[in-house]
């Protein structure tokens, strides 16, 4: 027998008992409401679309990740809102795009600037009900006290307030360009340039004992790896071990790192009702050659709105209600995950504006599903509406972009320079060509007559300093008060 039918005589068997029980219960009896999903979500930094072997990867051995696809769904147009660390995380957290919210690019240390207060994250939705909340690792969304995780939803955090890179001893830094790296837990820091290598093993431990402390509550794990962000670094374990040099061991680190999870949830008996994601931040930075990853068949990679920047890979398991062996071609973003999760567990949504919409049918694979969004925007740099996409076509709008243009990288952890991309006005069929080699804008008007509304309902709502436009729904972000004159 068929997996997907297994999956479907599993579905039909729990609808049939679940209605064989509400029938049981007596007259004036209320039926006991389902158990609130855990929710997981383990997100990587700078990982490609190709660095899993279940999307592609040959050196790189992932096989707690394969298991987990095996178990669930991959979601192979899944989307980040930008290329770029804190503004991808912004979108994760919130629902919105980062430039609704005021948080463009990669937030500095030090930065006069973080996530506004006002702003609903998915920790804060959940705890309102009744959820225990986590995050171990990167946040960078702001490292004043005023904008770390514990005032923004977060019971616990451990980890870095922003990139691993932003050190003194990065090798293209100039002297006195980064303070001492800190590692935080809570508010404090508690150790000043701590050993990377133990960093993975150390968000790990930290997220397997949350589970079991809280293994009889719901609970929220929000786990965003420093890695395979540069500079690398694997523990002895791991190091060496991949055919693909550190930046293998290091992914391969990170895979044991989700094994360890799921080996939690199964040894706890909570597999069965947590809703498990992966996936990474942005594409993968080819600059940095050989300690970078691959974005697969897709051009480019982090930093430019070309699929190789913005499509990342993607698996979800949640047993019985995510089908397994499945793969889903459909376009999907982070957006949509604070909505979709807030239906599921009978969350409510903010008060402000957000963009995201929920797509549960889609990841539930329901028959017909199709994305609710009539198009997706890219942004990048301060503002700059640099692309759309919706059903197959993507519309690249005139912009400067950066990119390697398929020649090699650095090694050994320095970055080769990139190549300026002059990008004019660009229309792809992503169905037909994933790769975006062949501009077809000329031979077609009218979707590009169409995508061109859709264009300036997104410039009227969030703005677009490209064409020097003012967003009416965009916010401000959270910002540090101006320091006392003296």
């Not at 899993?52 to 192979?76: E, H, V, W």
């Not at 949350?210 to 009889?216: E, Y």
């Not at 293998?248 to 799921?262: L, Q, T």
């Not at 919409?357 to 740099?381: D, Q, S, T, V």
């Amino acid at each position: 027998m068929a997996r997907r039918d297994r999956w479907k005589i599993r579905a039909w068997l729990g609808w049939y008992l679940a209605v064989l029980s509400l029938v049981s219960i007596r007259p004036g009896e209320a039926a006991s409401p389902p158990p609130l999903p855990n929710i997981v979500i383990v997100f990587a930094d700078d990982l490609g679309w190709g660095d899993l072997r279940s999307f592609g990867a040959r050196r790189i051995r992932t096989p707690n990740l394969d298991k987990l696809a095996r178990q669930g769904t991959r979601f192979t147009s899944f989307y980040v809102s930008q290329p770029v660390c804190s503004a991808s995380r912004a979108s994760l957290l919130t629902g919105c795009y980062a430039n609704r919210i005021g948080i463009h690019g990669a937030l500095p240390p030090n930065s006069k600037t973080g996530l506004h207060a006002g702003e609903t994250t998915l920790a804060e939705m959940l705890r309102e009900r009744g959820y225990a909340t986590a995050i171990y690792g990167k946040w960078h969304l702001g490292d004043a006290p005023q904008f770390l995780p514990s005032n923004h939803g977060f019971d616990d955090y451990l980890g870095l307030p922003y990139s691993n890179d932003m050190w003194p001893n990065h090798p293209t830094a100039k002297q006195g360009t980064y303070p001492p790296l800190p590692l935080i837990a809570g508010t404090n820091v508690i150790e000043v340039m701590p050993d990377q290598t133990q960093l993975t093993k150390r968000y790990t431990s930290r997220a397997v004992d949350f589970i079991q402390r809280n293994k009889s509550k719901p609970f929220f794990l929000y786990l965003p790896h420093s890695m395979p962000h540069v500079p690398l670094f694997a523990s002895a374990a791991f190091k060496g071990r991949s055919k693909q040099g550190l930046y293998g061991d290091v992914i391969e680190e990170i895979d044991w790192s989700v094994g360890e999870v799921m080996k939690t949830l199964d040894r706890l008996k909570l597999s069965g009702n947590t809703w498990m994601i992966f996936l990474s931040d942005n594409g993968p930075w080819h600059s940095y050659g050989d300690h970078a990853g691959s974005a697969g068949p897709f051009r480019e990679g982090k930093g430019s709105v070309f699929e190789g920047g913005i499509r990342v890979p993607c698996v979800m398991r949640w047993p019985g209600r995510i089908p397994p062996g499945r793969v889903s071609k459909e376009p999907a973003m982070t957006i949509d995950l604070f909505p979709t999760i807030a239906a599921q567990v009978g969350g409510a949504l903010p008060a402000r504006p957000i963009d995201g919409l929920n797509i549960w049918p889609l990841i539930a694979g329901l028959r017909g599903a199709r994305n609710p969004h009539g198009a997706y925007a890219f942004y990048y740099h301060q503002n700059e509406l640099q692309a759309i996409r919706s059903g197959p076509w993507k519309l690249l709008l005139p912009h400067k972009a950066r990119g390697m243009r398929g020649r090699p990288g650095g090694e050994e952890g320095k970055p080769a320079p990139y190549d300026q991309i002059d990008v004019g006005l660009e229309l792809y069929n992503l169905e037909r060509d994933p790769s975006e080699k062949h501009n077809i804008a000329l031979a077609n008007p009218e979707p590009v007559s169409q995508l061109g509304l859709m264009v300036e309902r997104f410039r009227t709502e969030l703005g677009d300093s490209l064409t020097r436009r003012a967003g009416s729904g965009a916010r401000p972000p959270g910002r540090l008060e101006p320091a006392d004159p003296l």
